[in-house]
């Protein structure tokens, strides 16, 4: 391994932190609702970490926030952290919010495609949350997407879209002063 390597990794570590970091931050601005998923900038967190480090360090990234809220640091909403949280009622938006930064981390360069792609990433956390919740409160599909995702929908989707503007140039800023 040569010292370019082990630079490319230390930063892609310290990028990991750091994103895992600013997603918990953003889990902290919270509004509660009666149906116990809050409004937060959980979204906007994760869609921005992952279009600024890329599919890979996105995902590593919002991993590592799920697993050290699960082991109880406090970094869900709320001020929460532990296992029950994943297994409670927000718990398949956590785990959604991984296959989300996934797809937000895509670079294409098309950035109306990228946009695109980061909202199917959105849906797709949309449906792990509300099929767990669904179960959790033992209702249908339908009546969970009108109860934990409609409330959510077009705050979430323009996160998603300012993300996606926002990360273009943080990305050139990074490349400039750490050749990221």
């Given at each position: 391994?040569d010292?370019k390597?082990?630079?490319?990794?230390?930063?892609?570590?310290?990028?990991?932190?750091?994103f895992?970091?600013?997603i918990a931050?953003?889990?902290q601005v919270?509004?509660?609702?009666?149906?116990?998923?809050?409004?937060t900038?959980?979204?906007?967190?994760?869609?921005?970490?992952?279009?600024v480090g890329?599919?890979?360090?996105?995902?590593v990234?919002?991993?590592?926030?799920?697993?050290i809220?699960a082991v109880?640091?406090?970094?869900?909403?709320?001020?929460?952290?532990?296992?029950?949280?994943?297994?409670?009622?927000?718990?398949?938006?956590?785990?959604?919010f991984?296959?989300?930064?996934?797809?937000?981390?895509?670079?294409?360069?098309?950035?109306?495609?990228?946009?695109?792609?980061?909202?199917?990433?959105?849906?797709?956390c949309y449906?792990?949350?509300?099929v767990?919740?669904?179960?959790?409160?033992?209702?249908?599909?339908?009546?969970?997407i009108?109860?934990?995702?409609?409330?959510?929908?077009?705050?979430?989707?323009?996160?998603?879209?300012?993300?996606?503007?926002?990360?273009?140039?943080?990305?050139?800023?990074?490349?400039?002063t750490?050749?990221?």
């Amino acid at each position: 391994m040569d010292i370019k390597d082990t630079k490319s990794k230390t930063l892609r570590i310290v990028m990991c932190a750091l994103f895992a970091a600013i997603i918990a931050v953003s889990a902290q601005v919270t509004v509660p609702l009666p149906t116990n998923v809050p409004i937060t900038l959980h979204t906007f967190g994760v869609a921005l970490c992952a279009a600024v480090g890329g599919a890979f360090t996105g995902t590593v990234s919002t991993a590592v926030y799920v697993l050290i809220g699960a082991v109880g640091l406090p970094v869900f909403a709320g001020m929460k952290g532990g296992f029950a949280v994943l297994f409670g009622p927000t718990g398949g938006f956590l785990f959604g919010f991984i296959v989300m930064a996934f797809f937000c981390g895509l670079r294409m360069k098309n950035l109306p495609l990228r946009i695109a792609v980061s909202i199917g990433g959105l849906a797709l956390c949309y449906l792990c949350g509300a099929v767990q919740y669904a179960i959790l409160a033992q209702i249908d599909l339908i009546q969970s997407i009108v109860l934990v995702v409609l409330p959510f929908a077009v705050k979430d989707i323009l996160s998603v879209c300012a993300a996606q503007y926002m990360a273009i140039p943080i990305r050139k800023a990074l490349a400039k002063t750490i050749h990221y």
